[in-house]
């Protein structure tokens, strides 16, 4: 089983950028995705971003491309996502998920494992 914890999240204003990390533990497979997703209240669980731990490059979801980059540090097993430029509209918990797949998916059910969450409050 696949541990994941994130840190990062916080109240920023409107502009603003916040760092997200996610370190994973326990015994990956290796071939997998990792990627965010977010949930505002009262909407649906959203894909934010993702890679293939291949090096395949990322993918973004059309709302954050441009503003958001996700990044790994694969000694430690981490990933990050660097939020800059920051909207009231990117307020939600954030989530960290991994897939046991070789090629990105956005469905959050095609996701194994998932993180605790973290708060991301963006003010106007």
């Known amino acids: 089983q696949v541990l994941l914890v994130e840190s990062g999240g916080g109240l920023v204003q409107a502009g603003g950028s916040l760092r997200l990390s996610c370190a994973a533990s326990?015994?990956?497979?290796?071939?997998?995705?990792m990627g965010w997703f977010r949930q505002a209240p009262g909407k649906e669980r959203e894909f934010v971003a993702a890679?293939?731990?291949?090096?395949?490059?990322?993918y973004y979801a059309d709302s954050v491309e441009g503003r958001f980059t996700i990044s790994r540090d694969n000694s430690k097993k981490s990933v990050f996502l660097q939020m800059n430029s920051l909207k009231p509209e990117d307020t939600a918990v954030y989530y960290c998920a991994g897939a046991n797949l070789a090629l990105i998916v956005t469905t959050p059910w095609r996701y194994d494992w998932w993180g605790q969450g973290t708060q991301v409050t963006v003010a106007s």
């Open positions: 326990g015994p990956t497979p290796s071939r997998y995705v």
């Open positions: 890679f293939n731990w291949n090096g395949d490059g990322a």
